[in-house]
């Protein structure tokens, strides 16, 4: 589309003719994310073009139809993108100190793989139900569809492995 094209739709719209506005609203978003593509970082551009298609909307009465259209949706842009760099600008920033806690996940770790060490230690069918109810917290009935046991078997599976797990923790084996 031309800056005429753009020039006689605006003409249109503030007549009235929403149709035109709609497609004219589509055709500038559309220049616009080109337009900010090239100026700003990807995760504004979205952002940018929506206040600048609100502003349009906002200020549609001002635009004078005896001038060109393109000089008047470049100065809004540009407006925008200046508001948007002196944002980013006095944006504050922190700092991070060298020494930036971060947790230790080594207990943790060392925990689930003595979790599973204990687990293989136990038959697959009581090891399973017990990831699936205790760890992952399905129901017995959703555990028992899962794994084709009955109710009464998971139960049973989970009691035993349960007692068996503790065993092993404590030294002992069954």
């Known amino acids: ?14 007549s009235g003719n929403a149709v035109l506005y709609r497609q004219l609203l589509g055709e500038l978003g559309a220049w616009l994310r080109r337009y900010y593509a090239r100026r700003l970082p990807p995760v504004m551009v979205d952002d940018t073009v929506q206040e600048v298609l609100l502003a349009i909307h906002e200020k549609r009465h001002t635009y004078d139809p005896k001038q060109a259209f393109g000089p008047w949706l470049a100065a809004i ?40 060490v204990l687990l293989s230690r136990l038959k697959p069918p009581q090891a399973e139900v017990i990831r699936l109810v205790k760890l992952q917290g399905l129901s017995i009935e959703e555990a028992a569809t899962r794994t084709g046991q009955t109710i009464a078997l998971v139960k049973v599976n989970i009691h035993r492995g349960i007692a068996k797990l503790s065993a092993l923790a404590q030294g002992g084996d069954q």
């Open 77 to 116: 842009a540009r407006y925008k993108w200046v508001d948007r760099i002196r944002a980013m600008k006095a944006a504050t920033m922190e700092e991070i100190s060298e020494a930036f806690p971060a947790d230790d996940h080594t207990e943790k770790m060392q925990t689930a793989r003595s979790l599973e």
């Open 1 to 14: 589309m031309t800056d005429a094209d753009w020039r006689a739709m605006m003409i249109a719209a503030q």
